[in-house]
Every structure is written in C-alpha cells, then in structure tokens.
C-alpha cells in the first residue's frame, strides 16, 4: 500500500538540503547491518518523490549513524529516517514495542514503566548527596538504566564510591530525577521530548544547577547536542583524576572494547574510553574487526532497550561474535544500553566472554573486588 505524504512533510522534505544530495548510490543500505536491502536508500527515493511504500522498515533503523559515516554526499541518511519515525508518530503509526516504549516515559519517565519513586533505591546505604543534602558544583544526572535496570545499578554504586573516595564535588536528584529523552527524540516524539526537556530544565532551574555529570552516552548526548547544557562524562573525570587514582590490582585479561554509537559516532568520543583501558594494569587491549567508526550499534537505542531489537538480524549477537573472534576475555563497554544488550546477546549463543563496564575494570583495579 502507498501512502502519500502530508503537505507538511512534504515541505519539510523539500526543505531538507541533505536528502536532495543523495544520488542513490546505495553504501547506507549496504553498510547498515540490520537493512533488510529496502532502507535507507528505497526509503529516501520515496521520499523525494513525495511517496513512502509502507513505515515498516523504518522502525528497523537504529539512528546508529553508520550510513552516515559511508555516504559520499553527506545526505545524512539517518536524520531521513528520523524525519520518517516522527511523520509515523504523528500519524500514530509505531509498531507496539514502540508505543509502549513511549506510553511508559509517558507515564513514568522511564522506558520499563517502574515507579518514579525505584529511581532512589539504589542509593540506600551508600552515602549518596541529594540536591537538598549540601551544596554541589556538579548534578550527578544518573540516567534511567543506571538508575532503575537491576544489571547496571552495581556500576552506579560504584560510580558512587569513586566519587566520594576522589571527593568530587556533586549531588544528585534521587527520586526526583526523570527521563533526558534522548530516545524519544531519535524515535520522532518531538512532542513528549520538548515535555521532558521543559520539566528537566525547571528541576536545574530550581537547584541551580549549572554543570552536570553522567554515565549515560544517551543522556551525555542529548544534554550536549540538544540541550546545549556543560555536560562531563564519568569516563571524563575519572581520566582527569587519573593522578589522584591509584590502580594497584593487575586485570590480567584480553579485553576488546565496543565503541558506543552515542559516544562514538555522535560525539567523536574514540580514545577517551580506551586511552582508560590502558592505564589498567595487566590489561591486554585488542581491537574487533568492527571498531571505531565502523563499531556496530548493541540495538539498544530508539526505545529498544525496553524489549528488545525487534528485527530479524540482531546486531548485539554479531557484536559478541566479533568480540570471541578475537580471543577477548572480555568486552568492554561505556554505555548501561550496551551492557544491557551485549550481556543478553553473550548468554543467548553461550559466549565465553564477560560484559563489564569499563568502570568495573576500574574499580577493581583500584579496590581489588567488585567483579
């Protein structure tokens, strides 16, 4: 079935310089992991001619950027899927993982819809400020996945440690934290993201806060790019501290590590998290076929974190695979969505290979314990 597209996208297409450089050489569909041979470039045709097939294949897309990186022209093929998601959820057409993915940020500012009063119970007995604790230069902004998923809440309580022992300034929301949007905005909800960034920007009005740290590369993202808020990386502090840090315990293990599509090819972020890895005692780094640039997305990003990817090809299972092709021990990542997704992946084909967090890497190192 062909639809035609509103008068309003269709002007908004006609707008969008990027898209009338394509020329239809298609490197974004061939170097897209997850295409099914039908986006980006059929999707784009589509679109230039004012016409879209159906907004199946759509939703297949990551926003990883990875066709962005290969295209000649620099149509940005991503940002045309993007515009696609927001015509479907304008017009309520999202498949059902989606809609729940929103419905629950919706409702209760977080992709798995737990409450809003789950988000501080990490903290208990750690020693934690609160924003009404003491004063702070820095809002610690936690994230959702670091904050509330029971498999990355063990990174944040070591997150909390270093931070206290390195007596860093910083405080942060608890209970009254909410959702960034990163996610919501990549899926096209530009009405729900505006929402989130109105009431996230009224809770730092109201304590003052003027800089912020965070784990997240989702939420480092969006308080960068969309916010235009100063924002530090954990990884960024614990690097510059990194005098102050005392790495005692040897990681005698191979370790290769997966580049992020939000630190990577969204920020430029390469060697930061790896320039890290090296300073780890008896830690041997190697590289994946797939890294840098050319990493591949776990599939956790546009609201897939709740569920799980939803396409026929699942890019955190070749992950794992070019991770043991390698011989890793383990797999490194910067990114609770990554560490969620891989470790699933690792457990579905029985890999030999551990997920950490390169603050677990760390915090061992520093402590001896924690893994």
Same mark, same amino acid.
């Given at each position: 079935?062909?639809?035609?597209?509103?008068?309003?996208?269709?002007?908004?297409?006609?707008?969008?310089?990027?898209?009338?450089?394509?020329?239809?050489? =298609?490197?974004?569909? /061939?170097?897209?992991?997850?295409?099914?041979?039908?986006?980006?470039?059929?999707?784009?045709?589509?679109?230039?001619?004012?016409?879209?097939?159906?907004?199946?294949?759509?939703?297949?897309?990551?926003?990883?950027?990875?066709?962005?990186?290969?295209?000649?022209?620099? +149509?940005?093929?991503?940002? +045309?899927?993007?515009? !696609?998601?927001?015509?479907?959820?304008?017009?309520?057409?999202?498949?059902?993982?989606?809609?729940?993915?929103?419905?629950?940020?919706?409702?209760?500012?977080?992709?798995?819809?737990?409450?809003?009063?789950?988000?501080?119970?990490?903290?208990?007995?750690?020693?934690?400020?609160?924003?009404?604790?003491?004063?702070?230069?820095?809002?610690?902004?936690?994230?959702?996945?670091?904050?509330?998923?029971?498999?990355?809440?063990?990174?944040?309580?070591?997150? +909390?440690?270093?931070?206290?022992?390195?007596?860093?300034?910083?405080?942060?929301?608890?209970?009254?934290?909410?959702?960034?949007?990163?996610?919501?905005?990549?899926?096209?909800?530009?009405?729900?993201?505006?929402?989130?960034?109105?009431?996230?920007?009224?809770?730092?009005?109201?304590?003052?806060?003027?800089?912020?740290?965070?784990?997240?590369?989702?939420?480092?993202?969006?308080?960068?790019?969309?916010?235009? !808020?100063?924002?530090?990386?954990?990884?960024?502090?614990?690097?510059?501290?990194?005098?102050?840090?005392?790495?005692?315990?040897?990681?005698?293990?191979?370790?290769?590590?997966?580049?992020?599509?939000?630190?990577?090819?969204?920020?430029?972020?390469?060697?930061?998290?790896?320039?890290?890895?090296?300073?780890?005692?008896?830690?041997?780094?190697?590289?994946?076929?797939?890294?840098?640039?050319?990493?591949?997305?776990?599939?956790?990003?546009?609201?897939?974190? /709740?569920?799980?990817?939803? =396409?026929?090809?699942?890019?955190?299972?070749?992950?794992?695979?070019? /991770?043991?092709?390698?011989? +890793?021990?383990?797999?490194?990542?910067?990114?609770?969505?990554?560490?969620?997704? !891989?470790?699933?992946?690792?457990?579905?084909?029985?890999?030999?290979?551990?997920? !950490?967090?390169?603050?677990?890497?760390?915090?061992?190192?520093?402590?001896?314990?924690?893994?």
């Amino acid at each position: 079935m062909v639809e035609v597209m509103s008068r309003d996208l269709q002007e908004r297409v006609i707008k969008h310089d990027d898209l009338m450089r394509c020329y239809q050489c =298609g490197n974004c569909t /061939a170097i897209c992991p997850v295409s099914d041979g039908r986006f980006p470039r059929r999707l784009i045709a589509y679109m230039r001619w004012g016409r879209i097939e159906s907004f199946e294949e759509v939703w297949l897309c990551l926003q990883c950027k990875l066709c962005d990186e290969f295209c000649p022209r620099d +149509a940005n093929p991503s940002v +045309a899927m993007q515009t !696609l998601k927001r015509f479907s959820v304008e017009n309520g057409s999202v498949p059902p993982h989606i809609g729940e993915f929103l419905m629950n940020v919706y409702r209760r500012r977080n992709p798995w819809g737990y409450s809003r009063m789950k988000r501080g119970e990490w903290m208990k007995g750690l020693n934690v400020p609160t924003v009404k604790d003491r004063d702070f230069e820095w809002l610690w902004f936690v994230g959702c996945a670091n904050s509330l998923d029971s498999r990355v809440t063990g990174v944040t309580e070591k997150i +909390a440690r270093i931070l206290n022992d390195l007596e860093f300034s910083y405080a942060v929301l608890g209970g009254e934290e909410g959702c960034c949007g990163n996610d919501v905005k990549r899926v096209g909800e530009d009405g729900l993201f505006e929402l989130l960034m109105e009431e996230n920007f009224k809770i730092f009005k109201r304590y003052g806060v003027k800089r912020i740290i965070t784990h997240s590369p989702h939420c480092y993202n969006t308080f960068k790019n969309d916010y235009n !808020l100063e924002v530090k990386l954990f990884l960024e502090v614990l690097y510059e501290l990194m005098d102050e840090i005392k790495l005692k315990h040897e990681f005698n293990k191979v370790v290769t590590y997966h580049d992020s599509c939000f630190l990577g090819r969204y920020n430029g972020i390469y060697e930061l998290p790896r320039e890290i890895l090296k300073s780890v005692p008896g830690l041997k780094l190697v590289e994946m076929k797939s890294n840098r640039k050319l990493s591949i997305c776990c599939g956790g990003g546009c609201g897939n974190i /709740a569920v799980g990817y939803q =396409g026929r090809v699942q890019p955190s299972i070749m992950r794992i695979k070019e /991770a043991l092709d390698v011989n +890793a021990d383990v797999l490194a990542v910067a990114c609770p969505f990554c560490k969620i997704m !891989l470790e699933e992946a690792s457990k579905s084909v029985n890999g030999d290979i551990r997920v !950490l967090d390169i603050v677990e890497i760390i915090y061992y190192s520093m402590y001896g314990e924690g893994l």
